[in-house]
C-alpha cells in the first residue's frame, strides 16, 4: 500500500513540475505597451481587463496663435470637449460612447485587439481593430432644404498595428477610412488616412509622446476635379504620466477636433505655420 501511494504521489510531483514548466514556457503578452488606449487622439492596442469601467476626458483649447489676447488660446471660446465612457465586454474587447462639444458629435465606438504582441516573439506586433458612428448635433438648417436625419452620420474604421520596441520605446502605424454621410459641395465623402504615434518613456511613470495623421490624397477616390482646399496633416506632441488606473497627457495638437474622421476630413490648421493647440486627455479606470 505504501508503495502504491509513494508512486501516486511520486506521479503527481511529475505532473506538476511538467505544467508548471509549460506555464513558463508559455509565451506573453508583453507588459504595458501603452500608458493607456488612447495615445492623445489615436487608439492604441491596450484595452482594460474584463469588465473594467473607463471615463475619458479630451480637452483641446483655442488655437495659440492669439497669443497673450486670450492667453495662449486657454481662454478661447473656441475650446472644444468631449467626454467619454469605455466598458470592456469581453476580453480584448471594448465598447465605448462619447460627447463632444464641437457639433456635438455623439459617438459609439467598438475596439478590438485581435493580436498582442508577446514577449518571446511569438506574434512580433498587436493588431487592433477600431471603428465608431458618430451623429452630428448641428440644426437641421445647417444640412439644406433636403434634410434627412441620415444626413448627420458619419463612420470612422482604423486598423493600427503596433510594437513594443523595448522597455523605452513603442511606435504604431494605422490606415483609416473616413465617410460622412453628409458634407459640403467642394469636399469628399470619403477619405483615407495613414497613422503614426509613439511613445518614449524616460522615467518609470513619465513618457514623450507624439502622433501624426495625414489624410491622403487618392484621384480615384475623390469627387473633385481638383483638390482645392484638402485637410492638412495634424501633428501632437507631449507629455504623459501613467499610474496605472490613471493616465494624465497634455500636448500640443493641430486639430482642434477630436473625433478622430473629424480630423481626417476638416483640419485645416497647419503646423508648418505654427497652428496649435494645447490640449489634455485624462483617463479613470474601475474594475467591477
Known amino acids: 500500500m505504501k508503495k502504491i501511494l509513494f508512486s501516486i504521489l511520486l506521479l503527481l510531483s511529475f505532473t506538476s513540475i511538467a505544467f508548471c514548466q509549460d506555464e513558463e514556457e508559455k509565451?506573453?503578452?508583453v507588459y504595458s505597451p501603452w500608458g493607456s488606449g488612447i495615445l492623445i487622439d489615436q487608439q492604441t492596442s491596450v484595452i482594460p481587463s474584463v469588465h473594467s469601467f473607463e471615463s475619458i476626458i479630451q480637452h483641446r483649447f483655442g488655437s495659440i496663435q492669439?497669443?497673450?489676447a486670450d492667453l495662449y488660446g486657454i481662454y478661447s471660446p473656441g475650446a472644444n470637449l468631449r467626454l467619454g465612457f469605455n466598458y470592456v465586454l469581453f476580453?480584448?474587447?471594448?465598447?465605448?460612447?462619447g460627447l463632444t462639444k464641437e457639433n456635438m458629435y455623439s459617438d459609439?465606438?467598438?475596439k478590438w485587439t485581435v493580436f498582442e504582441q508577446t514577449r518571446k516573439n511569438t506574434v512580433p506586433v498587436?493588431?487592433?481593430?477600431?471603428g465608431n458612428m458618430a451623429i452630428s448635433g448641428n440644426p437641421d438648417k445647417d444640412y439644406g432644404l433636403n434634410y434627412a436625419f441620415i444626413h448627420r452620420y458619419s463612420y470612422f474604421s482604423q486598423l493600427i498595428i503596433g510594437r513594443k520596441i523595448s522597455e523605452a520605446l513603442s511606435i504604431q502605424t494605422a490606415?483609416?477610412?473616413?465617410?460622412?454621410?453628409s458634407v459640403a459641395a467642394d469636399m469628399d465623402h470619403d477619405k483615407i488616412a495613414w497613422h503614426f504615434?509613439?511613445?518614449l518613456k524616460f522615467s518609470p511613470q513619465s513618457s514623450f509622446i507624439f502622433t501624426y495623421?495625414?489624410?491622403l490624397q487618392i484621384d480615384v477616390l475623390s469627387e473633385q476635379r481638383e483638390f482645392i482646399n484638402p485637410p492638412k496633416a495634424n501633428l501632437s506632441f507631449g507629455y504623459e504620466v501613467c499610474t496605472g488606473t490613471h493616465d494624465f497627457q497634455i500636448f500640443l495638437a493641430t486639430a482642434n477636433g477630436i473625433v478622430p474622421q473629424d480630423i481626417v476630413l476638416y483640419n485645416q490648421s497647419d503646423w508648418q505655420l505654427g497652428g496649435f493647440s494645447v490640449g489634455f486627455v485624462m483617463t479613470r479606470l474601475w474594475g467591477f
Open 66 to 68: 492669439s497669443s497673450m
Open 197 to 199: 504615434g509613439g511613445k
Open 175 to 181: 490606415i483609416s477610412f473616413t465617410h460622412y454621410n
Open 27 to 29: 509565451d506573453k503578452p
Open 91 to 97: 476580453k480584448n474587447v471594448q465598447i465605448g460612447y
Open 126 to 130: 498587436s493588431i487592433t481593430l477600431y
Open 213 to 215: 495623421d495625414l489624410p
Open 108 to 110: 459609439f465606438n467598438l
